[in-house]
T-cell receptor
């Protein structure tokens, strides 16, 4: 079974600074997807960024980028120029490429605080 | 294009009761997945419906059941509620059996007393 581990329950960053959230995962599959979702106090999960394991290039979405290390099974999220609106729970998630159900397997989350 | 909606937003039930939660999928999506998120935890996959059929199930007992309707909206039913069923219930809609990006609704907060 696949597992996702987020070892940082809470992180704090000053506005305009850069922060990196860590995620490791365990799988025997060679192809899969990895995601970072953001869950603000409004509770709605919002997709931040997606990485296909077969792509060597790290995904980037504006201020958000990932460092995907397939051999190490590591998938960290870097947030540059942090803004107050980035404060939220961040969840790392894994999904197989094929199979019966396209379920997401989530980590336990990292709460990000953004301070002035 | 309308987003994913869920109803109700909050619900309080007592142990042993039954509850039905509803999810309207995003326009054009044929797949709905349900997740349970306990306090302080990440969401756990309950089951998925694709074109009105259950398409996979997580490690949840049979008292968790669901339906998907011809318009692809979905219901989650929980019988014989237990205290541990208190959680945020999220649904996510997607296309192509869920293999496209899953878009989440705002969730239903269920409290079982």
């Amino acid at each position: 079974a696949q597992t996702v581990t987020q070892s940082q329950p809470e992180m704090s960053v000053q506005e305009a600074e850069t922060v990196t959230l860590s995620c490791t995962y365990d799988t025997s599959e060679s192809d899969y997807y990895l995601f970072w979702y953001k869950q603000p106090p409004s509770r709605q999960m919002i997709l931040v960024i997606r990485q296909e394991a077969y792509k060597q290039q790290n995904a980037t979405e504006n201020r958000f980028s990932v460092n995907f290390q397939k051999a190490a099974k590591s998938f960290s999220l870097k947030i540059s120029d942090s803004q107050l609106g980035d404060a939220a729970m961040y969840f790392c998630a894994y999904r197989r490429l094929t199979g019966t159900a396209s379920k997401l397997t989530f980590g336990t989350g990292t709460r990000l605080q953004v301070t002035l | 294009e309308t987003g994913v909606t869920q109803s109700p937003t909050h619900l309080i039930k007592t142990r042993g009761q039954q509850v039905t939660l509803r999810c309207s999928s995003q326009s054009g999506h044929n797949t709905v997945s349900w997740y349970q998120q306990a306090l302080g935890q990440g969401p756990q996959f309950i089951f998925q419906y694709y074109r009105e059929e259950e398409n996979g199930r997580g490690n949840f007992p049979p008292r968790f059941s669901g339906l998907q309707f011809p318009n692809y909206s979905s219901e989650l039913n929980v019988n014989a509620l237990e205290l541990d069923d208190s959680a945020l219930y999220l649904c996510a809609s997607s296309d192509r059996g869920g293999w496209e990006t899953q878009y989440f609704g705002p969730g239903t907060r269920l409290l079982v007393l």
